[in-house]
T-cell receptor, first 114, second 115 residues
Framework: KAGVTQTPRYLIKTRGQQVTLSCSPI?????VSWYQQTPGQGLQFLFE???????NKGNFPGRFSGRQFSNSRSEMNVSTLELGDSALYLC?????????????FGPGTRLTVT | AQSVAQPEDQVNVAEGNPLTVKCTYS??????LFWYVQYPNRGLQFLLK??????LVKGSYGFEAEFNKSQTSFHLKKPSALVSDSALYFC?????????????FGTGTRLLVSP
């Protein structure tokens, strides 16, 4: 079974631009979560989508948004990029059957904002 | 709020020796605890989880973890370390207060296994 895939793997953008990252979950997984990883803040939860609905959101500004499609693929968008948005963005998929189920992570998208 | 703490930024161990990576937790309700490992330029790989039942949980790559309710700890262990175990290890707890799938991670512990 194929794992979680994320595209692109690396991205360089300029301040003020916007960016869209894509995530394809493991087949059969309906929950997709996004996390931001930085050296200073560690791993922080961005949001979770299930059946095309956002059902949980972390403490991030409105510039960070996402969506999920009917095939469970998800995208996240960051508008008006700031230098502090430079990070590794990780997508995770899971069965979403309850709190005991683990999530499986993709390789991440490394975003650099200059 | 659900949280986990990893008190050591780095753990050094010689190959062949046992290793322990520490994690303590603070939760309301039942704890759902996880360990993940991250290799350079890679995402997180699931190692093991504690949900309920036996306090000793066995996972991937020979790792195991010991759940201790009285000490609120969930330490990761391996009887004999390999150089290839060198990586960044994260302890995490499911945030059942907000529900759904959100994980709250510790700050991570870098494990260095010397030949």
């Amino acid at each position: 079974k194929a794992g979680v895939t994320q595209t692109p793997r690396y991205l360089i953008k300029t301040r003020g631009q916007q960016v869209t990252l894509s995530c394809s979950p493991i087949s059969g997984h309906r929950s997709v979560s996004w996390y931001q990883q930085t050296p200073g803040q560690g791993l922080q939860f961005l949001f979770e989508y299930f059946s095309e609905t956002q059902r949980n959101k972390g403490n991030f500004p409105g510039r960070f948004s996402g969506r999920q499609f009917s095939n469970s693929r998800s995208e996240m968008n960051v508008s008006t990029l700031e230098l502090g948005d430079s990070a590794l963005y990780l997508c995770a998929s899971g069965l979403a059957g309850g709190p005991s189920y683990e999530q499986y992570f993709g390789p991440g998208t490394r975003l650099t904002v200059t | 709020a659900q949280s986990v703490a990893q008190p050591e930024d780095q753990v050094n161990v010689a190959e062949g020796n046992p290793l322990t990576v520490k994690c303590t937790y603070s939760v309301s309700g039942n704890p759902y605890l996880f360990w993940y490992v991250q290799y350079p330029n890679r995402g997180l790989q699931f190692l093991l989880k504690y949900i309920t039942g036996d306090n000793l949980v066995k996972g991937s790559y020979g790792f195991e973890a010991e759940f201790n309710k009285s000490q609120t700890s969930f330490h990761l262990k391996k009887p004999s370390a390999l150089v290839s175990d060198s990586a960044l290890y994260f302890c995490a707890v499911r945030d059942i207060n907000t529900g759904f799938q959100k994980l709250v991670f510790g700050t991570g512990t870098r494990l260095l296994v010397s030949p």
